[in-house]
């Protein structure tokens, strides 16, 4: 009989990331971004049954991928070792090397809208408006520009272009909650597509049906997004589809079929739906993933998703003749599904008797070793989902349970729920994060000396936070791009995000005293337990300084403390190699904190 060795932590680390994808017109041709290689690259597959192979070596993220019509050429945006300043490129119909669309400065930032029969591409930009964004087109063939607008009041982003392009529909920026919408004409008027705009309220996307008629998603007057029809000639508007506690994230018209294809997101789930407005018929598509980042449809009715679920990393999914058929294979090798660790949704009641759902991950019984690991997501106006991470399952595969709850600010639970963490980041959030630790505790699920505490981003700050206010309950704690005071975090932001910071989070002079006391490091004398603190260099969202000035302090306070800092890395880990490095890192440094007794 022959016999193999048990799962082994490093076959979870060679899973890979894909971003996003594109489908040739002919549906000949599958291009997605990938880091297949290790690095962020763009890759290939000759449908419907070809091999994937290195289409163009980019070396970075990039934010989108489409293929001229025509195959001439492939339009992108790239960024600069996790910087986020995504900029235009073009590729070779064939692949290869990327190279500018236009010239640009260092900071400029792009952010891609649509890529026009005609080579024409409709884009915002930091350029000349770094906080609030300007609309442009570009012409591919011609090399004309013409700005289409100016934001003022938010950081501005088209959603929509009409199909005789005079007309964009964009979405401003006031807050993550705060999104009013807008049609704009070739002449630059702005028609409100809100009842009224300065009520707190989001447009999402949008789809044209004609020049004039348009299928909106909207949350205006409601807890949860549904799809509006709005007719821009009369100015009438009117709900036509809406789902129970569901929330319409994007939708898509083929004017072909005469369908509108819809995603959807309910609690730690996503959906998708394909809707026949005539009929009125609704289906559900059954996607085969938990979470998409990204669908596509053909004009023969083809369905494309991007997709995970938290058994099974991204991969890209075709739904045809009523089939899905999976186009990549990305998954945990020598690991059968069967055998990856999939979470229980579970509720708890929190300190004002709101209910908060949670992902409770159980390692096999044969493994573990007693410990949980406590996840406060990033975000914060974000959720933890049904989503595949090679690091909770390299937690489980070394016996470690996972604790993820989403406390007040998460997303998928109602608009009203998601504005509770609004100018309220360290109180709230905080004491639901506490009593999901006292349900941990009470319910047996883990020995009060047996918990570590672990968070990312939004979740490193919780991560701080609790260290210094509660750290008595924590063995050892990772914070992963943490946010370590608030004052500094303000200045230190992106410039489109600025507009947003006082709803968001509030105003360093009329909110001090609040801001001091939200702020981890107001807390630092009481950060005794060991802490593993892990930044990206680049970082533009919460900057190496957040994580350096924490280290220093902690530091000459005497604290164990260790620093990893990935200089070629931004909010996240795009090359194999750093991922693998944060992972090591990480479970060597849990392991080393285990309760001995």
């Avoid at 063939?141 to 003022?152: A, C, D, I, R």
């Avoid at 001090?512 to 939200?518: A, H, I, P, V």
Wanted: glycine share 8%; hydrophobic share 35%; aromatic share 12%.
């Amino acid at each position: 009989m022959i016999s193999f060795p048990e799962t082994k932590v490093e076959q979870f680390f060679q899973t890979y990331t894909i971003q996003h994808f594109t489908v040739s017109e002919d549906e000949s041709r599958l291009l997605f971004s990938t880091n297949l290689n290790g690095r962020m690259n763009i890759w290939a597959r000759d449908l419907p049954d070809g091999f994937p192979y290195l289409f163009a070596e980019t070396n970075n993220s990039s934010q989108f991928i489409k293929e001229d019509k025509n195959q001439k050429y492939i339009l992108t945006a790239l960024d600069k070792d996790g910087n986020e300043n995504y900029q235009m490129q073009v590729l070779p119909p064939e692949g290869g090397l990327p190279s500018a669309l236009f010239q640009a400065g260092a900071k400029e930032k792009h952010i891609f809208q649509e890529l026009r029969d005609d080579g024409t591409v409709y884009f915002a930009t930091s350029r000349g408006n770094s906080s609030f964004l300007n609309g442009f087109q570009f012409n591919i063939h011609t090399g004309e520009s013409k700005k289409l607008y100016e934001g003022s009041r938010g950081a501005t982003f088209m959603t929509a272009v009409s199909p005789d392009g005079r007309k964009v529909i964009v979405s401003e920026l006031r807050a993550n909650t705060h999104m009013p919408g807008y049609c704009i004409d070739e002449e630059g008027k702005w028609q409100s597509l809100s009842s009224d705009p300065d009520t707190p309220h989001t447009i999402g996307e949008a789809a044209f049906k004609s020049d004039s008629e348009l299928y909106l998603v909207s949350n205006e007057g409601a807890e949860y997004s549904y799809i509006a029809e709005v007719n821009l000639e009369s100015g009438k508007k009117r709900k036509v589809l809406n789902f129970e506690a569901e929330n319409v994230e994007s939708i898509k018209w083929v004017k072909e079929k005469g369908f509108l294809y819809i995603l959807t997101s309910r609690g730690v789930e996503d959906h998708m739906y394909s809707w026949d407005p005539v009929t009125g018929s609704l289906q559900n598509l059954e996607a085969p993933a938990s979470e998409i980042s990204q669908f596509s449809v053909s004009k023969s009715g083809n369905v494309y998703i991007l997709g995970m679920g938290a058994d099974e990393p991204f991969n890209i999914y075709r739904l045809i003749n009523g089939d899905w058929k999976r186009l990549t294979e990305n998954r945990v090798p020598g690991v059968p599904k069967k055998e990856m660790i999939c979470p229980e949704v579970i509720s708890y009641e929190t300190f004002d008797g709101k209910m908060i759902e949670s992902l409770w991950f159980q390692p096999d019984p044969n493994k573990k070793n007693d410990h949980v690991i406590f996840w406060p997501h990033g975000g914060p106006q974000a959720a933890e989902r049904k989503q595949f991470r090679a690091m909770f399952q390299s937690f489980l595969n070394e016996g470690y349970a996972v604790f993820a709850p989403n406390f007040r600010g998460s997303t998928g639970y109602g608009a009203t729920f998601t504005k509770l963490v609004e100018q309220d980041w360290g109180e709230g959030p905080r004491l639901d994060c506490l009593a999901g630790i006292d349900w941990l505790f009470e319910t047996g699920r883990c020995a009060p000396e047996k918990l570590f505490l672990v968070g990312g981003s939004y979740g490193g700050y919780m991560a701080l936070l609790l260290a210094g206010r509660h750290g008595e309950r924590f063995r050892a704690v990772v914070d992963i791009f943490g946010v370590s005071n608030l004052f500094t975090f303000i200045k230190s932001v992106p410039d489109h995000w600025r507009p947003i910071m006082e709803r968001w989070l509030g105003d360093p002079e009329k909110d001090r005293e609040r801001l001091k006391k939200d702020s981890p490091i107001t807390y630092l004398s009481s950060m005794r337990k060991p802490m593993l603190v892990i930044q990206g260099a680049n970082d533009p969202r919460v900057v190496k300084k957040e994580s350096d000035q924490i280290v220093e302090a902690l530091q000459k306070q005497g604290t164990e403390v260790e620093y990893l800092v990935l200089e070629d890395e931004g909010h996240g880990f795009s090359k194999k190699e750093n991922e693998v490095n944060v992972y090591k890192t990480m479970l060597r440094f849990l392991e080393s904190h285990q309760f001995k007794g």
